[in-house]
C-alpha cells in the first residue's frame, strides 16, 4: 500500500520526507489557502522538488479547461512522471481523466462519494479513484463499505485503477484501509506520526534500554558527580547543611588525612533525633559509630551496582577508586543515565 502524505504545510512536509520511505505528496488548494500560500505556482514547483510524487489540483468547467491547466503547470517545469493532477470527479472531470490518460498523464479522480463515480473514474482509465472516507462518515454514510466496494470493482473488471483513501482522521482509518486492502492511503501528518506508538512498545523499549546501560555503563559513569564531604571535626549542622548544599540523602566523613571514616545518611540524622533530641546537632561526626559501608568500586558495571542495592536495600552506595572514596551512587542514577 502506497503511503502519501496529506498537506501544504512546508515544515510539515519537510518533516515527514525526512523518513525515506513516503510515496508522495498530496495537497488542495484549501490546504495552501489555509497555509497562507499566494504564489501558487512557485509553491507547486517547490514541492515538486521536495516529494517523489506530487498530487496536485487540475481545475476547469470543462474537460478541455482541466486539460489547459494541467499542461500549464507541466510548463512550469514539472516532471509528468512524478505528477499526479487530480480532478473532482464529474462528466467532464471523467472525460478530461480520458484525455489525460491518452496523453500518458497520470490522473487521481477524487471527491469521489458514490460506486458509480467511482466507476465512471475507473474506466475513463484513473490513475486513482479517490474516496473521501472522514467527511462521508461526517455525513453518517457507511464509507468504509463504499472503498471495499471501489476494491472489489478494480479487481472485478480488471481496472487499472488504484483506489486512495484520503479525508484520513485519526489512526483506526489506516487500520481500516490496510484491512480493506486499498491500494493508496494519503495521511496527515499528526496521523503518521502517531502510527508506530504503542504504550506497550515503549515500556518494552525502555526496559531494554535500562538493562543495556546496566550491562555496559560503569558505576564511575553513571555517578551524578555529587560528591559531599565533611571533615571529621566537623559537626552535624556542617553536615546537614552539606547535604542540603547538594541535595543529597548522604555525606561521606574522612579524617584530616581524608581517610574514610563513614558515611552518614538522613536517616542517621533521624535516628538521633529520636533518641538524644537536638542537641545533637553539636555533636562532632568524628564522635558517631559508623558501620562499615556499603562500597562499589568505581569501575564495576551498574549491574553490580543494581544487585547491590536489591541485596541491601539501601539508596545510596558508596564509590571507591584505589579504596579512595570518590563519590556516591544513588539508586536513581540507575535511571537517570
Known amino acids: 500500500m502506497e503511503l502519501y502524505l496529506d498537506s501544504a504545510n512546508l515544515k510539515e512536509i519537510e518533516e515527514g520526507f525526512k523518513l ?47 486539460v489547459t491547466e494541467a499542461k500549464r503547470q507541466l510548463d512550469l517545469g514539472l516532471d509528468p512522471q512524478r505528477t499526479v493532477f487530480k480532478i473532482p470527479v464529474s462528466l467532464e472531470g471523467t472525460r478530461a481523466c480520458y484525455l489525460l490518460r491518452k496523453e500518458g498523464l497520470l490522473v487521481n479522480v477524487h471527491l469521489v462519494y458514490t460506486l458509480q463515480q467511482a466507476y465512471m473514474a475507473m474506466h475513463a482509465g484513473a490513475t486513482y479513484v479517490c474516496p473521501l472516507v472522514g467527511r462521508l462518515q461526517d455525513q453518517g454514510h457507511d464509507a468504509l463499505t463504499l472503498v471495499e466496494q471501489c476494491v472489489n470493482a478494480v479487481y472485478q473488471y480488471g481496472y487499472d485503477t488504484k483506489i486512495m483513501f484520503s479525508s484520513v482522521r485519526h489512526a483506526e482509518h489506516v487500520r481500516n484501509a490496510i484491512n480493506i486492502g486499498v491500494h493508496t492511503i494519503t495521511v496527515p501528518l499528526k496521523v503518521l506520526k502517531g502510527l508506530t506508538e504503542n504504550n506497550f512498545t515503549t515500556v518494552g523499549t525502555e ?52 581517610s574514610l571514616k563513614g558515611v552518614f545518611t538522613d536517616g542517621d540524622i533521624r535516628r538521633l533525633l529520636q533518641n538524644d533530641g537536638e542537641h545533637i546537632l553539636d555533636k562532632k561526626m568524628g564522635d558517631m559509630e559508623y558501620k562499615t559501608p556499603i562500597s562499589i568500586d568505581a569501575n564495576a558495571l551498574l549491574n553490580d551496582a543494581h544487585l547491590l542495592f536489591k541485596k541491601t536495600n539501601v539508596d545510596t552506595i558508596l564509590i571507591t577508586e584505589n579504596n579512595k572514596p570518590v563519590g556516591m551512587l544513588d539508586i536513581q542514577d540507575l535511571e537517570s543515565l
Not at 558527580?225 to 546537614?240: C, F, R, T, Y
Open 207 to 258: 526496559q531494554f534500554l535500562q538493562d543495556t546501560r546496566l550491562m555496559t555503563v560503569t558505576v564511575k559513569e553513571a555517578a551524578n558527580g555529587v560528591n559531599p564531604v565533611v571533615k571529621s571535626d566537623a559537626n552535624l549542622k556542617e553536615a546537614i547543611i552539606k547535604m542540603t548544599e547538594y541535595g543529597f540523602g548522604a555525606v561521606t566523613v574522612v579524617d584530616s588525612e581524608g
Open 20 to 66: 525515506g520511505f513516503l510515496n508522495g505528496l498530496t495537497t488542495t488548494p484549501t490546504f495552501m489557502q489555509r497555509e497562507g500560500i499566494k504564489d501558487i505556482d512557485a509553491t507547486i514547483v517547490k514541492l515538486s522538488k521536495m516529494v517523489p510524487v506530487l498530487q496536485i489540483e487540475a481545475l476547469g468547467k470543462t474537460a478541455e479547461d482541466v
